[in-house]
DNA sequence: TATGAATGAGTGTTCATTCAT
DNA sequence: GATGAATGAACACTCATTCAT
């Protein structure tokens, strides 16, 4: 019950569309037609770094070099291209932070990951803004981030289950929970750092802080920093 | 009490007005004006709920039982409203969440503030939800948010020490930074829990998701699950 | 046909009153409420000094130590109050101004009603730039002042006479005409130098400027400057 | 060509913004866009004659036959169109009160100037009733005000001077002072007789009234009636 | 007599959206 | 495909005025 992502649909004023698939503004035909779009689609994002709700139509159009009626040649309105700005962005997420779990030496494997999620967001940071700030009201883009938490946890999961698999993880713990958790805190780290400019945070340099991130999924995971297989039998197995 | 959470620190980033104390419409002199300034303050909370900027001056004044017109003679306008608002949420949080760091009991101690810490933010969601909402864009909320959270972390690290002093803590851990993460991972929880509704979080009774929190936090922090026996009787187990 | 001074009354919005006599608010029966009636006035005629259009009532009754419900006990409205004002200003003025013309010395006669002029205009600056702001559009005010003028016009016509009795002013000139290019030379000066702060005029001692103006005034009325009886017959007439 | 009347001079008293060329909305690109600016400076200078203060902006775009908004695509505000209005129509003044001054005729010159400037005024009544009641309130149009009366002047004493030249003028004059009091003397009798509709003001037939001011022009300039003789045969009468 | 809370009509301004060219 | 003029609903905010205390 806890979860409901498509619940809370604003009730007054600029509500969220009734979430049916994209409709309207077809695919352009023409490659100078697709251009454009793209080239609004990339304004925004770029403006979007000053706040979801300061970016004006009228901006859009004319940071693409654009006259303001255009943008309706291509988008509904603002959130369709927003959603669509932001599924790309997911998309593109899930594939950049991949990297191969490798059992033998977690610490080193959870750093990388961090490293890769953190190299993301700050690049991404105006996009990974809006999602925050929409997330509350719109409910296609709150299910949107919801289902790409989902993957992301199932993934790490799935990475993680092997270390159990080869004995090295603490039995008593669930994991999926303590996933969660920790995904939770790097991304909020992240959050914190890049979007809110590091708001409440003690200003360390990002390698710092990636370490100290990466000791507390560790230890959250409870795994030995050098598996348990390497440091007692170097051979074995 | 030397921790002031509003405290005026100033924070990184687009910085604004000098946000000395607001000044603008003073304290109504009436009991009767105190009291619907009050009603205004409530309803704008309530109103909250369903996002920032789908409260207008109006559905707030009207909630109030108000005219329009009314409004402005309590506030200069929304923003002074919130930020009064956010400003008291902020204190009382620091006052309710404080509970006592028992060095004996390390675990009891960490769950019992971070079923506090749920307890105050889910009564709160609404007003979270904004904090999170307006940091990007209001730089004075944004300050507002970033002295809380430092006060909190404050805290937090001199709750620890004494645990540092007694020697159950990890030693080569960066104890602030530590306890930021850690932090960080609890807020986001919550926020994602109470305010987004469980987006990309699993279905678990909020008991059990505490107990996960608390589990990380100990590891996290390097305490032994149970010191007291262990301070008695070095030997023993 | 050219005097229409109750003609133009303004159509939409904040359009003056139907010019009966000032009914509503009677004088206040005791001493006390007297004096806040004059505390007002004050009030309001201190702050016209930025403008009519710049009070509002509230303003007027915070500068007399009010609140502004009081304001309704006194007058009807601010037009009302002004409108008294002014009546009592030109009052004022037209006794002030006042000073007898000696047909023997024409040009120290002008000098000195000018002088009075003068000081009395800037003495009520305020108000007499009102009165140049609200007669384009406030049909009572236009014609109370153009009753005012029409007075001080006359009065100063009938000085006059007696010099063209006395033979020493041109016979060819309309007196009254003459007149009132005169006045209207003066109260212009007096209304760029003292309200209008000098706008467009040459920035030179207000003694000389007197001067200036006291020597049109003597040529355009074709007097002598030492008058004929006293020059070529200084015992006769 | 010297005296821009709009060039910024530096006024006196409370100077306010930079005041350089309006940037705001930029000019329409089209002929359309152009023609619709237009319409609405000129319905805002028609209903300028019920009182600046009474034309509201709906007022004026609905004169214009459009919807409210369309004023914000052409103007800032208001105040900017009227600045524009004003600036116009002074530098056209400029131009068109322009009229050689012929030297052995001073009389019919100063006919001939002040009957166009009644002319102009007349025409433009609305406007230069604008100027007026403004020029208390708004330091812009005070200022650019104060440019139009110093280019006036300026023009004046230098017509002026080449009868000083010529010998027929008073020498104990101060001519730019004189100057400046009938140049008031004239802009005020306009003022009374257009825009106040000849409040204080005598009911003669203006051609009259520009006679008695021609009058007093040359008397108070010390000028020769007929200068023509006077200078051919100086023994003469 | 005075207070100040409350009203509500009025107005300026913004901005997504449409549409003729 | 692109322009930019035009719309109009939405909203914030002001201020004279009323009225219970």
């Known amino acids: 019950m806890a979860q409901q992502p498509t619940a809370e649909r604003p009730t007054s004023g600029q509500a969220t569309e009734p979430a049916g698939a994209e409709p309207a ?7 100078k037609g697709r251009d454009t779009r793209r080239r609004l689609m990339k304004a925004a994002a770029q403006l979007y770094e ?7 139509i009228t901006d859009i159009t004319e940071a693409a070099g654009l006259s303001a009626g255009a943008f309706y040649r291509y988008f509904e309105d603002r959130q369709q291209l927003t959603r669509e700005l932001l599924r790309e962005m997911m998309d593109e997420m899930y594939v950049f932070i991949r990297s191969p779990f490798d059992e ?4 080193r494997s959870v750093l990388e990951s961090t490293r890769k999620y953190f190299e993301f967001y700050e690049a991404h940071r105006a996009l990974l803004g809006v999602v925050v700030e929409l997330s509350q009201t719109d409910a296609e883009v709150a299910q949107l981030w919801d289902a790409a938490k989902r993957a992301f946890n199932d993934r790490i999961v799935r990475s993680l ?3 159990i698999a080869a004995g090295q993880m603490r039995g008593d713990l669930d994991l999926a929970l303590a996933a969660e958790m920790l995904r939770s805190m790097t991304e909020y780290y992240a959050f914190q750092r890049f979007v809110l400019n590091g708001s409440g945070l003690s200003d360390v340099p990002l390698e710092q802080a990636t370490n100290a991130i990466a000791e507390i999924w560790i230890s ?17 197995a």
């Open 25 to 31: 503004a077809p695919m352009p035909s023409t490659e």
């Open 50 to 56: 000053k706040g979801y709700a300061n970016a004006r």
């Open 104 to 107: 033998t030496q977690p610490i």
């Open 161 to 163: 289950e092997r270390g």
């Open 220 to 236: 959250g995971m409870g795994l030995d920093r050098e598996p348990a297989t390497k440091r007692t039998a170097p051979s074995g």
